[in-house]
């Protein structure tokens, strides 16, 4: 991974479309964040997909401004029907997200396959 | 430089209820366990020592209102209800020889932020210059009206101190008293600014308070960065939770710790103190809202550390 960007692997499955970040979310990489996860909802929309999610695995931290995108995403997903979820936090993100209270309006998984 | 927090809350004056004292009382004694203490003093070393903050003080109820420190006249944040408190103390030390000139610097009108005025003596002092600077140009309106007599029985005009209003503009700094200073226009309703003192020895501190970080503008940050950069101590509105602020209190006027540390991070400030409590809060609900702001801090630096202070009524921190 290069410094200030993301990697990328996506997965589609039944009703669902999978996405997965590799990095960190900070300012240098959270607009790049915020457009593709927009480009994501437009492709689960275009699919059928009524849920997008986001799997945290290779996600090493997230500042306030990814957090914050990921709230504008799940506007926009709304508007779209689509629900965002995310998955396999590491103990760091766990902590953010409770922090924030993002696990309060985001549903996190423990495994992929209980989405 | 050193401020003086004179009322940390935000929106509305709280105080303790019996039953919060009882629990902090009773917390104590299970802390204590069968301990003796020989004197007052040695009981008071213990709260201070080996009780949580939550426990053995009380972050206050009064609502914004900041004293800085700096040269022979005062420096004062907001007239929030801790005002009146500051006016006695102010009195007292203005009858040991203090100047009795109040520099106040208003980050705008809300009633938390105005409310102490009627109650602070030294405007009844004909021998105090008052000067109230503020980013509004209708903030003598605010604080006559605030003073008319459906609202308080003691009229603006009867106040016996020389009060005078001055409007300031953002993006140029302005030297008053011993400070340098310089404002930032803030998201709020009917706006808010924030405010930055810098002293002869290079000194700064940040007064930024109502002010909302809107999620859909977060262009607009680079210039609260560049306001807050290097600061020795920034004084943050950390209301609610990001997940509130970005939701169900959006365009509430507010914003939250962990947008806070982002920003002071980003501007490699030294020092942050969270401030404008939640008036529904409990001292254990701002206690743990503090450690978990330490812990974001510990989670995200990239750079030097942060500390990461709470603001809490009485609280003096030297800059
Ligand atoms: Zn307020
Ligand atoms: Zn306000």
Redesign the interface.
């Known amino acids: 991974m290069t410094q200030g960007t993301l990697d990328w692997t996506v997965e589609t499955r039944e009703g669902l479309r999978l996405i997965a970040p590799i990095g960190r979310v ?2 240098t990489t ?1 607009t790049e964040f915020a457009e593709r996860l927009a480009e994501e909802i437009a492709k689960a929309a275009s699919d059928g997909h009524k849920r997008l999610a986001i799997d945290l695995a290779e996600i090493e ?1 997230m ?3 990814g ?2 995108g990921l ?2 995403a799940q506007r926009q997903s709304a508007d779209s029907g689509i629900t965002i979820v995310l998955a396999r936090p590491n103990q ?1 993100m766990r ?2 997200l ?5 696990d ?2 985001f549903q996190v998984f423990d495994d992929i396959d209980g989405i | 430089m050193k401020v003086r927090f004179w009322g940390t809350r935000g929106s509305l004056p709280v105080a303790q209820k019996a039953a919060a004292i009882r629990d902090k009382i009773a917390t104590a004694l299970v802390a204590a366990d069968g301990r003796r203490f020989a004197d007052l003093d040695e009981a008071r070393t213990f709260a201070d020592d080996e009780l949580e903050f939550a426990v053995g003080g009380t972050y206050g109820g009064a609502t914004s209102c900041v004293e800085i420190e700096a040269g022979d006249e005062f420096i004062l944040c907001d007239l929030g209800s801790g005002a009146r408190e500051f006016g006695l103390d102010a009195m007292a030390r203005c009858a040991r020889g203090h100047a009795r000139v109040y520099h106040l610097f208003m980050s705008h009108f809300h009633w938390d932020h105005i409310m102490g005025f009627p109650f602070f003596v030294p405007v009844f002092d004909p021998e105090t210059k008052i000067v109230i600077h503020s980013g509004h140009a209708d903030a003598e309106l605010a604080l006559r009206r605030q003073q008319e007599e459906i609202s308080f029985p003691v009229a603006f005009d009867w106040l016996r101190a020389q009060i005078s209003f001055v409007t300031l503009e953002t993006g140029k700094p302005y030297a008053i008293g011993a400070v340098t200073v310089e404002l930032i226009e803030q998201n709020h309703s009917h706006k808010s600014y924030g405010y930055r003192f810098t002293d002869a020895a290079g000194k700064s501190v940040v007064y930024s308070t109502d002010s909302e970080h809107k ?2 503008r ?1 262009d607009q940050e680079a210039a609260f960065v560049a306001f807050f950069g290097d600061c020795d101590l920034v004084i943050c509105d950390t209301m609610y ?4 602020s ?2 169900m209190k959006e365009d509430w006027g507010h914003s ?4 806070a ?2 920003l002071c991070h ?1 501007a490699q400030a030294k020092r942050l103190a969270l401030f404008h409590h939640e008036p529904t809060y409990s001292d254990a609900d701002i206690q743990r809202m503090h450690q ?2 330490i ?2 801090e510990e ?2 630096r ?1 750079a030097a550390p942060l500390a990461v202070i709470c603001a809490y009524d009485g609280l003096t921190v030297e800059v």
């Not at chain 2, 939770?241 to 509130?244: I, K, M, P, T, Y």
């Not at chain 2, 939250?256 to 947008?259: F, I, L, Q």
């Open positions: 900070d300012e959270a931290y500042s306030s401004r957090l914050r709230t504008l760091i902590e953010i409770a922090i924030s209270r993002y309060k309006v | 999620v859909d977060m939770s990001l997940a509130d970005a939701s939250s710790n962990v947008v540390i982002d980003q978990e702001s812990r974001y989670l995200t990239e």
